[in-house]
């Protein structure tokens, strides 16, 4: 899964990670909130009816590498040029997509871009699997590490899911979803991806992911 790639960002003096998906080859696709602060959070999480969006980082600290491990040696990270957002909203949920415009290329020797499906619509039951950089707890034990899991299945879609805590271009998936996993892939079986990984609830589970779909005009 050599087109998932970690993501750091690094502003004054902080670090953050999450994950993302090399779609064509000077483009990641990962979410909004990996880019930009979480405003107006309510108990530390996200609230839909009130949960915003601030202002986007800058390009200049954000840097991508797809080595299965976070390393300090700068050769193994990829310069961000751009970052794209959507502009038609600032609310959390049901806008937490971006993506980056890497400075170069990644070579296909180094990694080959993933097809992002925007043809067809998900449906309820549809098995997915699920790579990312993030911990294995809630402590943020095991980050930094890629790691996939398979045999998961969709939950609901869009409308058929609690509107309060999912909106139309979202999804709700299965387990596995933890620190640093944000931004990373779903993928369908054929290997095209489906959904950014966008939140979940303690015990890194029932993850909420962006549809790749609702975004393809985008």
């Excluded at 994950?19 to 696709?29: A, D, K, R, V």
């Excluded at 405003?39 to 840097?63: E, H, I, K, P």
């Excluded at 080595?67 to 990270?77: G, K």
């Excluded at 909203?89 to 180094?110: Q, S, T």
Aim: glycine share 12%; proline share 5%; net charge negative.
């Amino acid at each position: 899964d050599t087109a998932v790639f970690g993501l750091v960002s690094i502003d004054r003096q902080t670090m953050g990670s999450c994950t993302g998906t090399l779609i064509s080859p000077n483009t990641i696709l990962t979410a909004r909130h990996c880019v930009a602060p979480t405003l107006d959070q309510v108990n530390g999480g996200v609230d839909c009816s009130r949960t915003n969006f601030g202002a986007t980082y800058m390009a200049q600290g954000l840097y991508v590498t797809n080595h299965t491990r976070f390393t300090r040696n700068p050769e193994n990270y990829f310069a961000v040029a751009e970052v794209l957002v959507p502009k038609a909203a600032d609310e959390f949920c049901g806008n937490d997509v971006a993506l980056l415009v890497l400075m170069e290329p990644v070579d296909p020797n180094v990694a080959i871009p993933r097809i992002p499906r925007v043809d067809t619509k998900l449906a309820a039951g549809e098995k997915y699997y699920a790579v990312g950089y993030g911990a294995t707890d809630d402590g943020g034990n095991g980050s930094g590490l890629r790691r996939r899991r398979d045999s998961l299945a969709i939950e609901c879609v869009g409308d058929e899911c609690p509107s309060y805590y999912v909106k139309q271009t979202e999804w709700i998936g299965d387990t596995g979803i933890c620190q640093g996993d944000s931004g990373g892939p779903a993928f369908d079986l054929f290997d095209r991806v489906i959904g950014i990984a966008s939140r979940g609830s303690y015990g890194c589970d029932n993850p909420v992911y962006g549809d790749v779909s609702s975004w393809g005009e985008w």
